[in-house]
């Protein structure tokens, strides 16, 4: 397993100046950047062990990123 940050600009490269944009003139999809990155990093501290936590909290993270980052995803192909 990797323990690489899974940061927007490296999943969707092509995408750079669409996200910047985006959290610029659409709230919605500023609260989505932003709630992506906090789940991110958490998932990140905890594979560190900098934070760590249990397998189903982990999961439920792991989770939650995979929706943001499929509605965002949604958001920039638009």
Do not use: C, W
């Amino acid at each position: 397993m990797s323990n690489t940050p899974h940061e927007l600009a490296d999943e969707f490269p092509e995408f750079a100046d669409r996200i910047h944009e985006l959290k610029v003139e659409d709230a919605h999809f500023a609260k989505l950047f932003d709630d992506y990155h906090e789940v991110n990093r958490a998932i990140h501290r905890a594979e560190e062990n900098i934070e760590p936590t249990d397998d189903v909290h982990m999961e439920e993270m792991r989770k939650r990123r995979m929706v943001l980052k499929d509605e965002i995803y949604g958001m920039l192909k638009q």
